[in-house]
């Protein structure tokens, strides 16, 4: 098995999906390729630790078992039950079902659950002579999408999010997921040589996952995953694959800071800091956005501050905005700038357009990353609206 060509699935936020494709490649997987809300890839089970270990912007490592047309029942079924369960889930596996429906006749997400349980125990039941299954062992979470009629099942290689990094046990109001978090500082264009630092700090994790990503520390180090506990995938596969990831992370000095105005949040994303392991390379201070200010001719802002939706009232946040972007004009030109909102009208408070706006999703609620970079420069000469 270990040299069997497999097929990776690997569900993304909305918007990141072509960040995610890049990762993949870096690490060399083969035929990779985005669609929406998810990318594919081919590699091998040696993988499986790669990919969860160091993917940042992916959600969770899928491994595609079939798919094939489903507009019945009796069709789902059928499929599900040709399919070569036993070759991924022992006897004693437990094999919970969860999925989703999108624009396909099989609309009933319940319904097809049931189904895909049925047919996956009738087979298991067959090819290990067991009337009933104890269903006590590991777990082999399955997941089935239906599209346009099309059904993919899956097995969850991941078990909880692969946001979960393990650093951040609690968070303050509103917290940014990690994958996210990652996306920002990649589409910043950060790599580790710039000041990099972000005014609204909260519960720190842009900053962390800046730090991580300047160090190319990989992501899942300090957590477990599902198919750590799978019998056909050596543990021999973790060891080694979490030794390539420790072996490509950087040694260096970074300059990258977190601020905020709450001394909670401050104290909050340095235990968080401490717990990913990464304190000696980002600092945090208590201190007003609105008086930011820097004196290196460049650098990186990156951050997710309150808007209507989240904390603040849409008039606070236009007020909010507008302080904000009067201190970033007086940064040097050498700044550059990206800051995530869903305020509607936020450029006019900001009292500058983007350079670039890109759509992104914090869980359910659709931003926008509003980017400034250094041909205009964010400058004195942009006057506020």
């Known amino acids: 098995m270990a040299m069997e060509k497999l097929t990776f ?13 890049d990762e993949l490649r870096r690490m060399g997987m083969a035929e990779t390729r985005a669609e929406n809300g998810r990318v ?6 040696k993988d499986i630790p790669r990919l969860n270990l160091r993917l940042r912007t992916g959600e969770r490592v899928l491994l595609l078992v079939g798919s094939f047309p489903a507009r019945s029942f009796e069709e789902l079924f059928q499929g599900v039950q040709a399919l070569p369960w036993e070759r991924w889930i022992p006897q004693g596996g437990q094999f919970p079902v969860k999925g989703y429906s999108l624009n396909s006749v099989l609309h009933s997400v319940p319904a097809c659950q049931s189904i895909v349980k049925k047919a996956v125990a009738t087979r298991l039941g067959r090819v290990y002579h067991r009337e009933t299954l104890p269903e006590d062992g590991a777990l082999y979470q399955i997941q089935f999408s239906l599209m346009k009629n099309q059904a993919s099942l899956m097995l969850d290689t991941t078990g909880p999010g692969l946001y979960k990094r393990g650093y951040r046990a609690v968070g303050v109001e ?16 950060y790599r580790g040589k710039d000041p990099f630092c972000d005014p609204f700090c909260g519960s720190g994790t842009i900053a962390i996952e800046a730090a991580l990503i300047a160090k190319n520390r990989a992501p899942g180090l300090n957590r477990t995953f599902s198919a750590q506990k799978w019998d056909w995938l050596p543990s021999q596969t973790w060891v080694d694959g979490a030794g390539e990831a420790m072996d490509l992370e950087y ?9 905020d105005i709450d001394p909670a949040a401050v104290h909050l994303a340095q235990a968080n800091a ?3 392991d990464v304190e000696d390379l980002v600092h ?4 007003d956005a ?3 200010s820097r004196q290196e001719p460049y650098g990186r802002i990156v951050c997710n501050p309150p808007y209507g939706e989240r904390l603040l009232d849409q008039q606070m946040a ?9 201190a970033v004009r007086g940064l040097p030109k050498g700044w550059r700038v990206s800051v995530l909102s869903a305020h509607p009208a936020f450029e006019r408070a900001f009292g500058a357009p983007a350079d670039k706006k890109r759509k992104l999703y914090n869980g359910m609620l659709q931003c926008n990353l509003y980017q400034y970079g250094k041909k205009t420069g964010v400058s004195p000469k942009q006057k506020a609206n």
């Open 318 to 326: 236009a007020q909010l905005y507008r302080d904000f972007g009067r």
């Open 40 to 45: 594919l890839c081919q590699g091998e089970a």
């Open 174 to 189: 509103a917290p940014l997921r990690e994958t996210l978090a990652a996306a920002l500082v990649l589409l910043s264009g």
């Open 251 to 259: 040694d260096g000095t970074y300059d990258i800071w977190g601020g």
């Open 274 to 276: 401490v717990k990913a």
């Open 9 to 21: 699935v690997v569900p993304t936020l909305l918007g990141v999906e072509g960040l995610t494709a």
């Open 284 to 287: 945090f201070t208590q201190g």
């Open 290 to 292: 609105c008086a930011f």
